[in-house]
């Protein structure tokens, strides 16, 4: 069972009321509410963006959030997120659409942290990377290493040569290929292709930052291969004096993401990225 704070002894409470969120401060002008896995759901508008915010019944200490990048709906419960709601996370996120973290994506993502934190979150989020969400993830990431705790991904696309690009012995995705490259702003293929700027290019500034990460990978992926993926990550990270876990999942390909039991992933972000419970 994870830990919460249900039964507090009086001359807690009140300190913990002083630093865990209040109905004030998760307040947007001409939101809506509702249910989300069972937990209460704020949806409002930022950067013009449809946004939310699910809350935990029971606030952390100190505010720590998780921020799933794209795909917030697939295999919701196997990926962390509502074990972290039990721990006292609040979870979010901002539709961006299918933008492999584009430009205008990262700045999409700006304005969603200001507005997140100015309602009073913690100032370094638990980021997840679903899939092609781990572009978003790593790339926000590596420009704003002061902000993040931790990277979840799960099957992730550290190298869009491989995904969409379809370079190596990816299946690759010739329509998302063409418009990631429009979005990137690249004049050809071969820009693209020359590109820096993939998670497997940027993790000095995260080692550096001594942002931990976790991975949770299928050995038998043939969308987002491991060995073009998530090992090179491991790799390099490793080299640069990171820390990096990887899950395997033997004879899994792409889907389901995350785990029968994601209790594992789930004690990692809360080790770094939760406030310790009295």
């Not at 998302?176 to 490259?181: R, S, V």
């Not at 050995?219 to 990550?233: H, K, R, S, W």
């Amino acid at each position: 069972m994870f830990p919460t704070y249900r039964h507090i002894p009086p001359t807690l409470g009140s300190l913990l009321l002083a630093v865990s969120l209040s109905a004030a401060d998760l307040n947007w002008p001409g939101e809506t509410i509702d249910l989300w896995h069972g937990f209460k759901r704020h949806q409002f508008t930022v950067d013009g963006c449809a946004a939310w915010l699910v809350e935990p019944k029971e606030p952390r200490p100190g505010n720590p959030w998780s921020w799933c990048m794209e795909f917030p709906d697939a295999f919701t419960e196997r990926c962390a997120a509502t074990g972290l709601l039990t721990n006292g996370f609040c979870h979010v996120h901002i539709v961006v659409g299918n933008t492999f973290g584009s430009p205008p994506a990262l700045g999409h993502f700006d304005a969603f942290y200001a507005n997140l934190r100015s309602h009073g979150l913690a100032p370094k989020a638990a980021l997840i990377g679903l899939s092609r969400g781990g572009l978003y993830a790593y790339r926000w990431a590596a420009r704003n290493t002061d902000k993040v705790a931790v990277i979840y991904g799960d099957a992730p696309v550290c190298d869009f040569k491989s995904w969409p690009g379809g370079r190596y012995k990816a299946q690759g995705s010739p329509g998302d290929w063409t418009e990631l490259q429009k979005l990137y702003g690249f004049k050809n293929e071969a820009e693209g292709l020359a590109y820096t700027g993939n998670p497997i290019d940027i993790l000095r500034p995260l080692a550096l930052a001594h942002i931990p990460l976790i991975h949770v990978v299928g050995d038998a992926d043939d969308v987002v291969p491991y060995a073009e993926n998530t090992a090179v990550v491991e790799q390099r990270y490793h080299s640069l004096g990171g820390e990096i876990q990887v899950i395997h999942k033997p004879g899994i390909g792409h889907h389901p993401h995350g785990l029968d039991d994601p209790t594992p992933v789930v004690q990692f972000i809360v080790q770094h990225a939760g406030t310790p419970l009295p």
